[in-house]
């Protein structure tokens, strides 16, 4: 069975410094996804940012990056400058095979971020 | 980026009651999900639907009912809330051309049962 395990509930960083958020999956599959989501305190998930399991480079997206280590299951999300507004939950998640061609997503707990002015 | 919109945002019902939240989406998606989570936890898939008149139950048993008649409407119905439907329920669609087949996901719906 899938599993997504997130080991920091909460993490604090000063407002322009980067912060890596740890992400650690479990699967037996050879193709899979791993998602960042990020939740703000008014509730909607905000995708940030996808890594596919035969993706050679590490995802970017802007600010954010993905420390793929694909021997070790890890996919940590790096938010580089942290601003106060990257306040909020984050989720990592798998997407797992639920049918021939669909998927469905199995998510971690959450780490919730704070940004220090 | 999806438009996907859920009412009502917020909910407060007593015990008993019959509720509705309501899910639509503009992109011509032909997935969409429904998901529970309680404050500061993970999100639990309750319901999903593969098009019109497809719909599954997902991981987290639920007392909750959905249909599927139209593209871009997805509707979640309990017939009696209780206490225990208290929680944030989250609504997304993906489109299943892509790759990726990102989940895209509304604001959501806090509902509180007296």
């Known amino acids: 069975a899938q599993k997504i395990t997130q080991t920091q509930p909460g993490m604090f960083v000063q407002e322009k410094e980067a912060v890596t958020l740890d992400c650690t999956y479990d699967?037996?599959?050879?193709?899979?996804?791993l998602f960042w989501y990020k939740q703000p305190s008014s509730g909607e998930m905000i995708f940030l940012i996808y890594q596919g399991s035969y993706d050679e480079q590490n995802a970017t997206e802007g600010r954010y990056s993905l420390n793929f280590q694909k021997a070790r299951k890890s996919a940590n999300l790096v938010i580089s400058a942290s601003q106060l507004g990257d306040s909020a939950m984050y989720f990592c998640a798998m997407k797992r095979r639920s049918g021939a061609g669909s998927y469905q997503l199995t998510f971690g707990k959450g780490t919730k971020l704070s940004v220090i002015p | 980026e999806a438009d996907i919109y859920q009412t009502p945002r917020y909910l407060v019902i007593g015990t008993g009651k019959k509720i509705t939240l309501e899910c639509s989406q503009t992109?011509?998606?032909?997935?969409m999900y429904w998901y529970q989570q309680d404050p500061g936890m993970e999100l639990h898939l309750i319901h999903y639907s593969y098009g019109v008149n497809s719909t599954e139950k997902g991981d987290l048993s639920s007392e909750s009912t959905v249909s599927r008649i139209r593209t871009e409407h997805f509707p979640l119905t309990l017939e009696s809330a209780r206490p225990s439907h208290t929680s944030q329920y989250l609504c997304a669609s993906s489109d299943t051309t892509g790759i990726i087949d990102t989940q895209y996901f509304g604001p959501g719906t806090r509902l509180t049962v007296l």
């Open positions: 992109m011509g998606h032909d997935k």
């Open positions: 699967t037996s599959d050879q193709s899979y996804g």
